[in-house]
């Protein structure tokens, strides 16, 4: 017969089985809750700092098909994920946590910050976005089409938000999943007059955050266009589904990629790699997953941004998720 739990006197011994069975307790009860068993057939991903409306779109993926359950935010308020103005909300926790096994159709309890109050005088000058004066840019010059990394302060973590204009032009896409409060990753549009092979022309750059107001005005030198296509990342086949583990052999397919080994570096955040030196071609090739900052442990894991740049033409991002 199962043991059960029974109210301890005071007084009387704790004993380790006592304990043992009220962890037991716990876990089953968390497994009841929230429909794991942690065993499932797919990975929960990483969605902190995500807006509601991009996690949506991850969690809702073919492969995964997991759902919203409880939506909440920083006062306990419950929310409607459907709504246009939760949407662009920003995740602060998560439960299950990201690299737990679930089945398909499970629920993904998620915290969202609170929905600002508005203010008749405007923003504070300490939260207006901000481009730093040292080191503004990386690299800094770039080719037109090319990502640049934009290094200041009180950038909006809903990306969609942060308006990055060059000589008045303003991307095409929003800032890359690297993006952060700190740092914009964006492709240089095409701007008025650009420069002709050979030369190199100073545009100025500047960060508007809506509803916020507009950063400072920074210098960046642009390069001509480099020739051919940027190479393009479709999907990356691995042991489990937008999850491998340090030292396993994925598989990269897409276009652009360029038949010679060291032509094609791999970038996992800011580890990189080259794929393995047989059987590449331009829309396949293998590489094993290179060791990850504080990626160590088995249960470790880590939401990572990957891409593949082939002579200094870099693909869209794909979010991963590296374990030990």
Known sequence: ??????????????????????IDKLQEHTAKLSGL?????????????????EAATIIKQPQLSLQFGNVVDAFGVSLDPDLNENKSRIILNQVPDPGVRVNPNSLIDVLLAAKPSST??????????????????????????????????????????????????????????ESTKTKLVVK????????????????????????????NTAKLKVLPALAGQNPTITTIQSSDINFARVGETITFRGSGFSTTQQQNV????????????????????????????????????????VFVTVNGRKSNVIPFIIGG
């Open 120 to 177: 008749s005088g405007g923003p504070p000058p300490s939260t207006m976005p901000s481009i730093n004066s040292t080191t503004p840019f990386n690299p800094a010059m770039v080719p037109i089409g090319q990502d640049v990394t934009i290094f200041g302060n009180n950038f909006a973590l809903d990306r969609t938000k942060n308006i990055v204009t060059f000589a008045g032009v303003p991307t095409a896409e929003a800032p890359t999943s």
């Open 266 to 305: 791999v970038s996992f955040d800011t580890s990189t790699t080259f794929p393995a030196a047989t059987g590449i071609t331009a829309n396949e090739f293998r590489v094993v997953v290179p060791p990850i900052a504080g990626v160590v442990r088995a249960e470790d894991n880590k939401d990572v941004s």
């Open 188 to 215: 240089v549009p095409v701007v008025p007059n650009p420069p002709s092979t050979g030369q190199e022309l100073e545009v100025d750059v500047i960060v508007e955050v809506q509803d916020v107001g507009r950063s």
């Open 1 to 22: 017969m199962a043991q059960e739990l029974k109210k301890v006197e005071p007084g009387e011994l704790i004993k380790s089985d006592l304990i043992n069975l009220i």
């Open 37 to 53: 068993g942690g065993t499932g057939s797919v990975t929960v991903p990483y969605l902190f700092g995500r807006t509601l409306s």
